[in-house]
């Protein structure tokens, strides 16, 4: 058995051709839906980029219990299973995050691994002088913060093409495929950190749109309102969506030698997201709002799975979560069982006959309003009680890129085992909050003060919120059901006055 895993960052559902954008250049993307079985209710669960990654390792929601988390030690890992079971495992990527210490343990299941630097401000080339600075909008102009500033650094080595970590990053994929296709038993999960910001691309892929490289530069937004004009809108989604076509030009090239090599046969190809991202929609930039939009949330998904050739071409309806379903839907194609404390499903039912395997799922970030959808509506439930001393649970812990500083050990104690972590005890922390109408001190996002239903079929730009108390409890009662599923703390369901 062979598997091919293609992993994009921030990629938007609504800019693609396969889902109705008719202005981005995305051949290969059309091209791809014509080969696999495309997903029309495909749903973010935990965010956002590591909470994502550990989702796809464990096979369960995690944002319940923790934020941005190294692997834990309990964690199930699919990699590091299928390895065990004979499997060769191998992930290309340059997705920096992996490297920091929130990101501690994950690379180091698979068999082998290779990782290229140089997205965002990953701290990759050194140099003392300021960088040079073009003219640009971009969220820190003056290249002050330390990401800023490293990232101009790291454009200065982006000198053609091939220089990019997206390019290197798939040369390696192809390189791992052109070694190795004629083998059996591997997995290959080429991951890119793109279209993730900032929206730096290769200058051919900006030919397609007109703002694309105009100056001065904007390809980096902030996390928060989007006050700009419409014609620097325009100018960062047509740099958004220049990335997306070089995203594009190099998922060709693995369809390309998967023509090559005639491994539409005999091999399983995945191509997903953690997760959308806003572009100046709902007046908003980014991923990190109260309410997780549809831009944000609903998300590409396609498959080809070579023991159901009938989906060629096909749409499907049944909703799935990739970032858990995932781990059993490749363990069971290695004939390898899911572990008891996975809660995700095995796509196969849904890939052979769109066969329903959930009724509805619970996504979010760990803290902020959680939400629920059933294909149809969308449920966002508000924080009921900020003020409440919530906790996370984790014994590695660790911030986004940095080790927990000496002051946040504060508090620390030992917690009884949880229902998933296989027998060991887990350090309990209070979750650090400078003012408890306030998400995080790093998110700064205002609580929205009510709950949101949406209609997506009468409203899919969720403009209108629902009024509808009777629909409210049955969408209530699927949350609650997942989350008791999940293991929620009782504190967690007390934050969201479930309790």
């Known amino acids: 058995m062979k598997a091919i895993m293609i992993m994009f960052d921030s990629l938007n559902r ?3 051709p396969p889902y109705g954008c008719d202005w981005v250049h995305a051949p290969n993307f059309a091209r791809l839906a014509r080969r696999t079985a495309s997903f029309e209710q495909s749903w973010v669960c935990s965010l956002p980029c590591m909470p994502a990654r550990r989702d796809l390792h464990t096979g369960r929601p995690n944002f319940l219990h923790s934020n941005w988390s190294p692997l834990q030690p309990w964690d199930d890992s699919v990699p590091e299973i299928l390895k065990n079971a004979g499997i060769s495992t191998h992930i290309v990527t ?14 180091q299941r698979y068999s082998t691994w290779e990782a290229f630097r140089g997205q965002e401000g990953d701290p990759w080339k050194g140099q003392v002088r300021p960088p040079e600075v073009p003219p640009n909008i971009n969220v820190d102009a003056e290249a002050r913060r330390p990401m800023a500033r490293q990232d101009w650094i790291n454009r200065q080595f982006f000198r053609e093409e091939a ?6 990053t798939f040369a390696a994929g192809l390189d791992f495929l052109e070694r190795n296709h004629a083998e059996e038993n591997w997995f290959l999960q080429i991951e890119t950190f793109d279209p993730h910001e900032p929206f730096h691309s290769a200058e051919g892929y900006q030919a397609h749109y007109p703002r694309a490289g105009e100056s001065p530069v904007f390809d980096w937004p ?6 700009e004009s419409p014609e620097e809108i325009e100018r960062i989604r047509h740099n958004y969506a220049a990335l997306l076509s070089q995203c594009d030009a190099n998922l060709g090239r693995v369809l390309d030698a998967m023509d090559r090599h005639n491994l539409w046969e005999d091999t399983l190809l995945i191509v997903w997201t953690d997760h959308g991202f806003l572009l100046g929609e709902h007046n908003r930039w980014a991923k990190v709002v109260p309410a997780l939009w549809q831009e944000i949330s609903h998300t590409p998904f396609f498959i080809w799975d070579p023991r159901h ?5 096909s749409r499907r309806s049944a ?5 858990i379903d995932l781990g059993p839907t490749l363990l069971r194609y290695f004939g390898q069982e899911p572990t008891r404390d996975m809660l995700g499903h095995d796509l196969a039912p849904v890939l052979a006959d769109d066969t329903a395997v959930r009724k509805g799922a619970i996504f979010g970030y760990f803290g902020m309003p959680l939400h629920y959808t059933d294909g149809r509506y969308v449920y966002v439930r508000d924080v009921v009680n900020p003020g409440q001393v919530y906790h996370i649970y984790a014994s590695t812990p660790a911030l986004m890129r940095d080790r927990l500083p000496l002051a946040q050990w504060q508090g620390v104690e030992f917690s009884p085992p949880l229902p998933f972590t296989k027998g060991t005890p887990v350090l309990r922390r209070p979750y650090p909050t400078d003012d408890p109408n306030r998400f995080a001190p790093w998110l700064s996002v205002p609580f929205m003060d009510r709950h949101l239903m949406f209609d997506l079929e009468a409203d899919p730009g969720q403009r209108s919120p629902v009024e509808d108390p009777a629909l409210e409890r049955k969408l209530v009662d699927g949350m609650l059901h997942l989350l008791r599923e999940a293991q929620a703390p009782a504190e967690m369901l007390c934050r969201y006055g479930l309790s």
Do not use: I, M, N
């Open 94 to 107: 340059d997705h920096y995050h992996y490297l920091e210490d929130g990101g501690t343990g994950y690379l």
């Open 222 to 227: 902030s996390y928060g309102k989007c006050d």
């Open 163 to 168: 220089d990019f970590p997206q390019s290197r």
């Open 319 to 323: 909703l799935v979560q990739p970032s």
């Open 14 to 16: 609504h800019l693609l």
């Open 309 to 313: 050739p009938q989906t060629a071409g």
